[in-house]
């Protein structure tokens, strides 16, 4: 009986169970009403008709009371089917606060302006960024799990030289673009496309669209960027080295003609050979500083790979630091640190650093402190001095700018190109007190 009864209960639809229940609820009156019409004292004429009108009041009644509550929810159906379809802009009328029915389309129709917004939120951000794709010259490529063609911007188009529209859902094998995806993002690619050829930066990364992993693919055309660091590069090149020559040539070329007219000269002055050792002894010197700078460039140009080996960097620290012998320099000691360096670059470098420390805490009366820490990335050199502190930080690694009567301008240049080449870095900062420190990280 029970399976019975649950099983009709399952059949019946909302509006079927809702119309028996009301039966239900107006059954126990209805035949109390019956019951005292149809045995009491009263004429068939009275008991049918008043039995007609029990019957047709009620049926009435129960169908309205069915339409009242079906009706609202047909329209809250209507109003969620619109929201799902995204159409945002059909409302409830009649909304009212203050009963639960309002209340509720009241809600949807806040969820419909809610949804409305957001809608027109994202068609704003999707139109900025297709604007951005559009105009940004780097080819971005979007390709599913099978690795086809979804998505390419402008660039992107220029560069496989077709339209869109014969792009898209071709495989990325078809497209020469798959040894981009294959490819190490962190080496450049010497590639050549129908819209371009030359050194291409490749980055890629994923995401998920309708729950499938799809790939990211970004192109930047690095030929452009380098040909224009390499013109820069060799401006500033044959600017500094021009200048060097000026300066070097310049005076050779004066004293060189006073000494054509000093011979010419007929007789010739009496300390004609005095004048004529001097003005070759300005000659030789100035020859000697030309060469000497361009030594200090072949240095610079060719400093070798290093060569890693085992070295205990506290001991490296110490020797270097008994090297200087202008001024004492106090070794802070650190934990026993062992990395893998080229002891020799490692040791030029810290007698450049610890070099111009001394000779800034000199101008002061000041002094000088080394030492290291091992940190949990790296392992850090500071160089401390007390001197004047920096006062142009700008051109600090510009090769072969020195603000020193005697400097080649390299040493730090030097130092930051040995840093960089066992993979850390070198920086000079004006310490809080007087003087700098120069800090030098190293990988473990």
């Not at 119309?19 to 009263?42: E, K, M, Q, R």
């Not at 020799?344 to 030492?371: C, D, P, R």
């Amino acid at each position: 009986m029970k399976k019975t009864v649950k099983k009709l209960r399952h059949r019946l639809t909302h509006e079927g169970r809702l119309t028996w229940l009301s039966l239900a609820a107006a059954a126990p009156a209805a035949i109390v009403a019956l019951v005292l019409l149809w045995f009491g004292d009263h004429t068939p004429k009275v008991q049918w008709t008043l039995t007609l009108l029990i019957a047709g009041f009620g049926l009435g009644f129960i169908l309205n009371a069915r339409e009242h509550v079906m009706r609202p929810l047909q329209t809250m159906t209507n109003l969620l089917a619109a929201l799902r379809e995204g159409d945002y802009s059909i409302r409830a009328r009649g909304a009212r606060a203050d009963d639960a029915l309002g209340e509720a389309l009241l809600e949807i129709n806040a969820l419909g302006e809610t949804l409305r917004l957001q809608r027109l939120g994202a068609f704003e951000a999707t139109a900025l960024l297709r604007t951005i794709m559009a105009e940004i010259d780097v080819a971005v490529f979007t390709f599913d799990p099978e690795r086809r063609l979804r998505l390419v911007n402008r660039a992107g188009e220029d560069l496989l030289g077709q339209p869109i529209d014969k792009l898209l859902g071709r495989r990325a094998k078809d497209l020469n673009l798959d040894v981009c995806l294959d490819a190490d993002q962190d080496a450049p690619l010497t590639l050549s496309f129908p819209g371009a050829s030359g050194r291409w930066g490749v980055k890629r990364s994923s995401f998920r669209e309708r729950g499938l992993p799809h790939e990211l693919l970004v192109l930047t055309d690095l030929s452009r960027t380098l040909r224009e660091e390499e013109r820069n590069a060799w401006q500033r090149l044959v600017r500094v080295i021009g200048h060097e020559m000026n300066n070097s040539l310049a005076p050779i070329k004066s004293i060189a003609g006073s000494l054509e007219t000093l011979i010419r000269r007929d007789p010739p002055p009496a300390d004609w050979r005095d004048d004529a050792r001097s003005g070759l002894n300005i000659i030789a010197t100035r020859a000697e500083s030309l060469s000497r700078f361009m030594q200090a460039y072949a240095r610079l140009a060719r400093l070798p790979q290093p060569q890693m080996e085992p070295i205990n960097l506290g001991e490296l620290i110490k020797r270097v630091a008994n090297l200087e012998t202008r001024i004492a320099v106090r070794v802070v000691p650190g934990a026993d640190v062992t990395i893998n360096a080229d002891a020799a670059q490692l040791e030029q470098l810290l007698i450049n650093i610890l070099h111009n420390a001394a000779e800034a805490s000199l101008e002061t009366k000041g002094t000088v402190t080394a030492g290291w820490r091992d940190l949990a990335e790296c392992v850090e050199v500071f160089v401390r001095d007390t001197g004047p502190g920096i006062m142009n930080p700008t051109n600090l690694f510009v090769p072969f700018f020195t603000t020193k009567p005697g400097g080649s301008g390299i040493g730090l240049a030097l130092s930051r190109q040995i840093a960089e080449a066992h993979g850390g870095s070198l920086t000079l900062a004006n310490r809080a007190g007087p003087g700098c420190e120069a800090l030098l990280r190293l990988p473990k």
